[in-house]
């Protein structure tokens, strides 16, 4: 999980999100919002795909403490 935030963290800094800053459009919407709501729509895949691969017990144990 600290990779995923980790990675999220580096993807959302301003200069990284400045190099998707173009004029260019996808369906008529820019290229920035793309980006944004991509690396949105993975970190939320990626969180998903994370929680259902802790066991069971390990889930139970942390909604008990």
Request: glycine letters at 10%; hydrophobic letters at 60%.
């Amino acid at each position: 999980m600290f990779l995923l935030m980790a990675g999220g963290l580096l993807l959302l800094v301003p200069p990284l999100v400045h190099v998707f800053n173009h004029d260019i459009t996808v369906f008529g919407v820019p290229q920035i919002v793309f980006y944004l709501f991509g690396v949105w729509l993975a970190l939320i895949a990626g969180t998903a795909w994370l929680t259902h691969r802790i066991p069971a017990e390990a889930r139970q144990e942390g909604a008990e403490g």
